[in-house]
């Protein structure tokens, strides 16, 4: 595995939710979106993970994100682009795009809808691995995906790709996190995807967190991390539980239908708009998540209407 600085791909990173506007990609809201997020601490971005939708944007609309992503951070945070997708050739495409637009680092999630034997993921890996040097992870996220990686799988990709680092886990197994650790050792970048398990993760020894309520209070996930880093896991196991029902939230329905409908109501997005077949949040749910903001000490404006 290729060494990394230490401070690099470590921390909060969140993943960041694609704004919509009139059914087009809202490019100045997400210049916006990206600022917010160094102006609150954030250590670095992800662009068009799961939580960004993007299996209902276009190839060059993921491009264009990253570029913009890159541009308005410009070297002040990480970006990592997420460039997956259940094609090799977009793969491919998704790569060589972010990596000429000056990407940090690329997550590549399993490629969804086939359910590939393990084999063929160590050979996707690879091969995809060929197209850019830059650090590379797994975007580990079965619950979407459908799609599980074993520890071997791992071991045999990591075998022949130097410059894969990291892996991003979102699924209820802390056991899994032990055994990459054991395994890789404290280098290799472990980040928590599951909301839920930030805080255990975190115990465990992960770098970071890539949790989608950071798109909304990325503060207290920056806080979060920064307190178990120092070892304050008092501090920490604290704003585990005032996060608790927030990483809940984003689970109400389909991710990111809770989350864009909660960012709404607090500014950060005009819209809470979405493509096909995603769709916002209903009126009942509405009503369910005001009252989770106003539990975590967010002051919504009045609900219209």
Do not use: W
Not at 93 to 119: C, F, H, M, N, S
Not at 122 to 140: F, Q
Not at 183 to 209: C, I, N, T, Y
Not at 210 to 217: D, F, K
Request: with cysteine; net charge negative; glycine share 8%.
């Amino acid at each position: 595995m290729i060494a990394l600085e230490d401070g690099f791909l470590r921390g909060s990173y969140p993943p960041l939710v694609t704004p919509i506007s009139d059914g087009a990609v809202d490019y100045d809201k997400f210049a916006e979106l990206v600022e917010f997020q160094i102006a609150q601490g954030s250590h670095g971005i992800v662009v068009c993970s799961s939580t960004g939708e993007p299996s209902t944007l276009t190839v060059a609309e993921r491009a264009q994100l990253v570029e913009v992503a890159v541009d308005v951070a410009e070297g002040r945070v990480a970006v990592v682009a997420a460039t997956g997708s259940q094609s090799h050739q977009e793969t491919v495409a998704l790569i060589t795009q972010a990596a000429e637009a000056g990407a940090d680092a690329l997550l590549v999630v399993t490629p969804y809808y086939l359910k590939p034997p393990q084999r063929g993921l160590v050979e996707y890996y690879v091969e995809i691995a060929k197209e850019s040097e830059l650090p590379l992870l797994i975007d580990h996220i079965p619950g979407c995906a459908a799609v599980d990686v074993q520890l071997e799988t791992v071991e045999r990709i990591a075998e022949r790709v130097p410059h894969l680092v990291g892996i991003t886990h979102a699924v209820n197994d802390i056991a899994f996190v032990t055994k990459l650790l054991d395994r890789f050792g404290f280098e290799f970048r472990v980040f928590a995807g599951l909301e839920e398990l930030s805080f255990p993760m975190l115990a465990l020894g992960a770098a970071g967190l890539m949790n989608a309520v950071g798109n909304l209070a990325p503060g207290k996930i920056v806080a979060l991390y920064d307190a178990v880093r120092r070892g304050a896991l008092t501090e920490a196991r604290a704003l585990h539980f005032e996060l608790f029902e927030l990483n809940q939230a984003v689970f109400f329905d389909t991710n990111p239908i809770p989350l864009k409908y909660m960012m709404k109501r607090v500014g950060l997005l005009a819209e809470n708009e979405h493509r096909l077949p995603m769709v916002p949040a209903t009126r009942e749910m509405e009503e369910r998540l005001d009252g989770v903001l106003r539990r975590a000490g967010f002051v919504p404006r009045p609900h219209p209407g």
